[in-house]
């Protein structure tokens, strides 16, 4: 079955400290991984989709990466208003039918000022 | 505003009542998506349609759970017989299709409370 893992589960960073959340998972042929924002009693927003080793998208101060086990989230000088879940999740693998999305657990992120 | 809505909003109820959620998905959106999400874990997939067909169904969902999408447009979710253990945050998604690896765009959930 298909895992996705993240860590830290908890990361606390002041501002302008930068940081990389990490995702690994366990999917053979993967489709594409996908990152979300989560804010408290809100549903998760779509921030990116990465579909191959090597590739590297980026908004404002986010960078995702992501390689053949993982995919890192860069925060490049957070404010506090990046403070969020961060949530990575992946679809089935190609070999496999559906479009269930597996999340990881999150990493919670508190920037203080 | 177009995204995914979700009614209602929260929801509390009695131990063995029933109870129906509605989503709204992106218009030309035609993949619908039902997630359970509670405190500090991630989303949990339910079920997901193509239209109006019911593709793929979680174990996760019991009997007690079953869900619709008539007509291709809006769906509902209802929980018969509620239980405590259901109390959790229910999300919608919708996504436009055909693609392998195409974005699930999320409603803003529904807070469900068993007691």
């Known amino acids: 079955e298909d895992q996705v893992t993240q860590s830290p589960e908890a990361l606390r960073l002041q501002e302008g400290e930068s940081s990389s959340l990490n995702c690994s998972y366990t999917v053979s042929g993967l489709r594409g991984l996908f990152w979300y924002r989560q804010d408290p009693g809100k549903g998760p927003e779509f921030l990116f989709t990465?579909?191959?080793a090597g590739e590297e998208k980026e908004k404002e101060r986010l960078k995702a990466t992501l390689t053949k086990k993982e995919s890192f989230l860069h925060i490049t000088a957070p404010k506090p208003e990046d403070s969020a879940t961060y949530l990575c999740?992946?679809?089935?693998?190609?070999?496999?039918?559906?479009?269930?999305?597996?999340f990881g657990g999150g990493t919670r992120v508190l920037v203080k000022p | 505003d177009t995204g995914v809505s979700q009614d209602p909003r929260h929801k509390i109820t009695k131990r063995g009542q029933n109870v129906t959620f509605r989503c709204d998905p992106i218009?030309?959106?035609?993949?619908l998506y039902w997630y359970r999400q509670t405190l500090g874990q991630g989303p949990e997939f339910l079920t997901y349609?193509?239209?109006?067909?019911?593709?793929?169904k979680s174990r996760l969902l019991s009997d007690r759970f079953s869900a619709e999408r008539p007509k291709g447009s809006f769906s509902t979710l209802e929980i018969q017989r509620t239980e405590q253990g259901d109390s959790a945050m229910y999300l919608c998604?919708?996504?436009?299709?055909?693609?392998?690896?195409?974005?699930?765009?999320f409603g803003p959930g529904t807070r469900l409370t068993v007691t």
């Open positions: 349609f193509q239209n109006e067909a019911q593709l793929e």
């Open positions: 990465l579909y191959s």
């Open positions: 999740a992946v679809p089935p693998s190609i070999k496999a039918a559906g479009n269930k999305l597996t």
């Open positions: 998604a919708s996504s436009l299709g055909p693609g392998l690896a195409d974005e699930q765009y």
């Open positions: 218009s030309e959106h035609n993949r």
